[in-house]
């Protein structure tokens, strides 16, 4: 995927308010969480083929500068935090503060 010099502008712009890890910086790479389940890897699979096929850039299981906050997956072009939730009987799983769509549930966008 190659980008303009604009897009490159928005996608550094969203790292640095998102405070971005440097470590988490790989644009269109599906990370995988040692503790995250089939069905969550699967749903993030699918969002983060979605976003490449529609030309825009994505980080997955990217963490902010201080490692407290952890995002699924962010949507570099449009600034937009995607959190992936998997319903679960055992335990409920914890949004971080700056997502701005969530999947999994009926609330989804």
Do not use: W
Request: hydrophobic residues 30%; charged residues 35%; proline residues 3%.
């Amino acid at each position: 995927m190659k980008l303009t010099k604009k897009q490159m502008e928005t996608i550094n712009k969203t790292m640095r308010e998102l405070n971005i890890d440097r470590d988490s910086r790989q644009l269109n790479c599906i990370k995988i969480h040692p503790a995250e389940s089939k069905k969550h890897f699967d749903m993030k699979c699918e969002i983060a083929f979605s976003l490449y096929n529609n030309n825009k850039p994505f980080l997955t299981e990217a963490f902010a500068n201080n490692r407290k906050q952890k995002f699924d997956i962010i949507d570099l072009l449009e600034n937009e935090v995607i959190e992936c939730v998997v319903k679960s009987n055992t335990r409920r799983e914890k949004i971080p503060a700056k997502v701005t769509k969530i999947y999994g549930t009926e609330r989804d966008n």
